[in-house]
């Protein structure tokens, strides 16, 4: 059978509003996008994940879509977009549009059309209940919303609550009404038609409810998440739509384990072609939010049981940073590297070796490839993002004496970090716009911006084209065993990728100090040619003699190849 192209891509996500502003307002826009198309070709991607740009009041930067089918007002028109889409076809570049289906806004016409009379026919387009308790006005359940306080939301005009497990301005669509299965799949037949190539399914592991919506357990997620009829719409879906385009779709999978990703993408099932899983950036985090120390063996083991579980039965996807997720660099790498320049970039350089030699399909969020950084916050108010300044409210409202502790928390996890405009050059606004940017810019765009790294032969920029190159068309990578190598070790993450005719060993050393190496010589094989094809440190001194035993610098990475 021929691969699916999918599992040969490598995949660039583009927040649209934080990316490149066209016509100077201080908002990154499609004609941005547009402008970008040769950068996005030289740096050697070959799809974009574009988050959300249709219509939006902006109350979740647009994962809150009032009309499905048009294209927000500030990014642009559907003329812009279907330019882009051409100009990225014309270079190579597959896009995959964001499918936000679990929720609407709440000014989509659907959910006007709901509020009005519990008869009208768009009610069940959403889940409404009577509320609990003598005046009806407590929730009808104990589901607790992701942004924080109760999943439900009172509306007086006919005195019902409304389910919403995010914003109160993103209502729940009712997947159990086949009219609502319908309307997704004209959206997604709408934009396979357009030109899209794929989806990346937002939350789309909630959108089945248990009947009735019943009190569950840790604030209901058992009665969300993983719904008894996700299996069944998924293939609807795929059936009905899907299996007709040359698509691909990646599935935003919360709570997932590898059994269940086995079942969203595994071979024959029509549902889901890959997930996104979330284990392993939440191995320094409580509660997805309250920050804990990075330890390497977490995230080893996080990333081999991933690797080894889902091998011949599922796939997976390799990300490092989107969206929602803070920086890298910031996140994982323990030492304070911000002020060192050339430690940044090994650590930067080492996490992505790290993480793209395993099998699945790998995704570089926007300012990944240059190493961009957390941003420093000195206020509650530098805070936009609707996920933090919920809490802030609830810190305000039930524990005050926690602010400074929440301000150093959110320092680390706020999603305010991922969306800080791209950092193009070290000219005014980082050249993200000629205007006010919508949100600050981290300044250290004068060292760290995309025209520095295309002129540094060691950037990290141009050390993620070497990966790209490496990986394609790569068939070790793409469908070798993963073996684990260095199980026991507290500084090392090194593993092999094994094929009929090469072996991959990767070898990164994830701390700030010299570390031995030994290579098991068992496994090298009489008479093998070693080579080594990738490192972030420039004129290694490589001798095959010597393979078996060196010191690795700090945060050093090196990938041989090992041929028979």
Excluded at 147 to 157: C, Q
Excluded at 169 to 192: M, S
Aim: net charge neutral.
């Amino acid at each position: 059978m021929k691969t699916k192209w999918f599992k040969d891509a490598f995949i660039y996500q583009i927040y649209p509003r934080s990316f490149c502003d066209g016509n100077g307002d201080g908002i990154g826009d499609i004609r941005g996008i547009i402008s970008k198309l040769d950068y996005l070709k030289d740096l050697g991607i070959n799809a974009v994940w574009l988050s959300p740009c249709y219509k939006s009041p902006n109350d979740d930067n647009g994962y809150d879509i009032s009309d499905y089918r048009d294209i927000m007002e500030e990014f642009g028109t559907l003329d812009d977009w279907k330019e882009m889409v051409k100009g990225m076809h014309d270079r190579g570049i597959k896009l995959i549009m964001d499918l936000v289906v679990n929720h609407t806004s709440d000014e989509h016409a659907w959910f006007v059309e709901s509020k009005k009379s519990t008869d009208n026919p768009y009610r069940d387009y959403y889940f409404w209940k009577k509320g609990r308790g003598k005046d009806g006005k407590k929730p009808p359940n104990n589901w607790i919303s992701r942004f924080g306080g109760s999943a439900w939301t009172y509306d007086e005009n006919t005195d019902e609550f409304y389910l919403h497990l995010f914003s109160k301005k993103q209502p729940d669509l009712n997947w159990d009404n086949p009219k609502v299965r319908e309307e997704v799949k004209g959206i997604v037949k709408y934009w396979l038609d357009l030109g899209a190539d794929g989806f990346r399914c937002d939350v789309i592991t909630y959108i089945s409810k248990v009947e009735g919506l019943p009190d569950g357990k840790l604030g209901g997620d058992n009665m969300f998440t993983h719904g008894p009829n996700i299996h069944k719409y998924l293939q609807e879906l795929y059936t009905d739509v899907l299996s007709k385009y040359d698509c691909m779709t990646v599935g935003e999978a919360a709570g997932v384990t590898t059994d269940q990703a086995k079942l969203y993408t595994g071979n024959g099932r029509g549902e889901l072609d890959t997930v996104f899983q979330f284990e392993h950036v939440e191995v320094n985090t409580f509660a997805q939010i309250v920050p804990r120390k990075v330890k390497l063996n977490r995230i080893k083991e996080v990333l081999s049981k991933w690797q080894t579980e889902l091998f011949g039965n599922g796939w997976n996807s390799l990300y490092l940073e989107n969206h929602d997720q803070p920086r890298c660099v910031s996140r994982y790498i323990n030492d304070n590297v911000d002020g060192d320049d050339f430690l940044r970039k090994q650590s930067a350089k080492m996490l992505m070796t790290m993480m793209y030699f395993q099998q699945g399909t790998p995704y570089v969020y926007q300012g990944q490839e240059i190493g961009m950084t957390n941003i420093e916050f000195h206020s509650e108010e530098e805070h936009v993002d609707v996920l933090s300044k919920t809490v802030f409210r609830l810190v305000k409202k039930y524990a005050p004496f926690l602010k400074g502790y929440a301000m150093r928390a959110l320092a680390i996890r706020s999603r305010d970090n991922a969306r800080t405009p791209m950092q193009w050059n070290a000219e005014k606004n980082a050249g993200f716009s000629d205007g006010l940017p919508w949100y600050r810019v981290n300044p250290n765009y004068t060292t760290i911006n995309t025209e520095e790294a295309l002129k540094d032969p060691d950037s990290v920029l141009n050390f993620l084209k070497k990966i790209i190159e490496i990986r394609k068309g790569n068939e070790t990578i793409r469908d070798g065993r993963y073996i684990d190598i260095q199980k026991d070790s507290k500084d090392l993450f090194a593993y092999r990728r094994e094929a009929e005719v090469e072996t991959l060993e990767i070898i990164c050393n994830y701390k700030n100090k010299e570390v031995n190496y030994r290579a098991d010589a068992k496994l090298i094989g009489k008479g093998a040619k070693i080579e080594l094809i990738l490192s972030n440190y420039q004129n290694i001194a490589y001798d095959q003699a010597e393979y078996r035993d060196f010191i690795l610098k700090p945060y050093e990475c090196r990938v041989y190849s090992i041929k028979k």
